[in-house]
Nanobody, 118 residues
Framework: QVQLVESGGGLVQAGGSLTLACAAS????????MGWYRQAPGKQRELVAD???????NYADSAKGRFTISRDSAKNTVYLQMNSLKPEDTAVYYC????????????WGQGTQVTVSS
């Protein structure tokens, strides 16, 4: 089992920055991938960025060039630095962790609201 606790959401003006953090606890040594999804009202949850345990990163097109995912292995924490935020980035951001590949176990955080005002 893995428990995930997010922090860092809030209200920011367009063009501003926010950093989200997600602290993992439990079976953290088994985690293969950690990352972030988001869900805006009326839309499906979508991948924002993730990072494998060997450091390979993956970004949604909408995040490339503006968002940076990083991980502090000693703290079992993954971060999402978001710059040049746009109103369309407004969503609930969910941290996730995946264990395994063929039949993965996926764990989710409770979500943190990010609101970007125009």
């Amino acid at each position: 089992q893995v428990q995930l606790v997010e922090s860092g959401g809030g209200l920011v003006q367009a063009g501003g920055s926010l950093t989200l953090a997600c602290a993992a606890s439990g079976s953290t040594s088994r985690i293969n991938v950690m990352g972030w999804y988001r869900q805006a009202p009326g839309k499906q949850r979508e991948l924002v960025a993730d990072m494998s345990d060997n450091g390979i990163t993956n970004y949604a097109d909408s995040a490339k060039g503006r968002f940076t995912i990083s991980r502090d292995s000693a703290k079992n924490t993954v971060y999402l630095q978001m710059n040049s935020l746009k109103p369309e980035d407004t969503a609930v951001y969910y941290c996730y962790a995946r264990i395994g590949f063929v039949r993965p176990n996926v764990y989710w955080g409770q979500g943190t609201q990010v609101t970007v005002s125009s």
